[in-house]
């Protein structure tokens, strides 16, 4: 019996952990000064690290699209640069950039307010554009 709360309360301690961490996240977003020449709080995040950004926007996502969907279309993307509120993310190929323009786009719109607090777009690049 002591043996499953423990277990439980582990588990749930380590939910709780995640929450507060992304909380702190958010809350570091929101902290960008508006109307100001100072680039606000997600600008500086996204780029920063706009490979974690995108990551962390698509564990926001995940939980909200069915697996199958996230494993095909999303896992194998990658944030790469962001400038001037747009996030550029890298697809496999154009195939992937429309489909994931069609299928996805609300979502993903969903998840940068939700974490960015402010107008972003997202412009999916293609890795077979940048073979040519």
């Known amino acids: 019996m002591w043996t499953d709360w423990w277990i439980t309360g582990r588990a749930l301690l380590s939910r709780v952990d995640e929450a507060t961490r992304r909380a ?4 570091g977003l929101q902290m960008g000064v508006a109307d100001s020449g100072v680039q606000s709080g997600v600008e500086q ?3 920063s690290d706009p490979e974690r950004f995108w990551a ?3 564990d926001y996502v995940r939980p909200r699209v069915s697996r199958e ?3 095909t279309w999303l896992a194998p ?3 790469a640069s962001f400038s001037k509120g ?3 993310v890298e697809v496999p190929n154009s195939f992937f950039a429309d489909w994931l323009s069609q ?3 609300t979502e993903l719109r969903s998840a940068l307010t939700v974490f960015a607090q402010q107008e972003l777009s997202i412009s999916f690049r293609p890795r077979d ?3 040519t």
């Open 69 to 71: 969907g996230y494993d």
């Open 24 to 27: 702190n996240f958010r809350k």
């Open 129 to 131: 554009s940048l073979d």
């Open 56 to 58: 962390d926007i698509l």
């Open 77 to 79: 993307t990658k944030g």
């Open 45 to 47: 995040v996204a780029q």
């Open 103 to 105: 299928h996805y786009s």
């Open 86 to 88: 747009v996030l550029e």
